[in-house]
């Protein structure tokens, strides 16, 4: 056997081992349920991550971080799907429980261009 036929025995090998491994660990992510809670944190002007998902039942806390630049935010429900919206405050959390699944989208009505996000549920 050729080295150049070692080498494209050896890449077959490899491609093959990869392939089958990230297929099975992307079929094993797209059955794995959603999380039961998730954390979004409002830092910079800005919500991270801007998308969560949860289960039904599942748990969304939002958390300020930007009280260091002394700027204000709220969360508030936007779009055709309605959740409780939060204060607006510098400082502090506000959790909501999803007990519907949906696409829930949201927004800091004080910097609406820079602060939007959705929570999945389900």
């Known amino acids: 056997m050729t080295k150049r036929t070692q080498l494209r025995l050896a890449a077959a090998l490899v491609a093959a081992a990869v392939g ?23 830092h910079n002007i800005q919500f991270h991550p801007g998308l969560v998902h949860v ?27 309605h959740f409780k919206s939060s204060r607006t405050q ?5 959790t909501l429980k999803f007990n519907k699944a949906g696409i829930y989208r949201f927004e800091c009505t004080i910097h609406p261009l820079s602060m939007q996000g959705k929570v999945v549920v389900g």
């Open 90 to 94: 510098q400082s502090g959390t506000y």
């Open 20 to 42: 089958s491994t990230t297929g099975g660990l992307a079929a094993a992510l797209a059955s794995s349920p959603p999380p039961q809670s998730a954390v979004v944190t409002l």
């Open 55 to 81: 289960a039904v039942g599942g748990t969304v806390t939002w958390h300020w971080e930007d009280a260091d630049i002394d700027t204000e935010h709220n969360v508030t429900s936007i779009g055709d799907t």
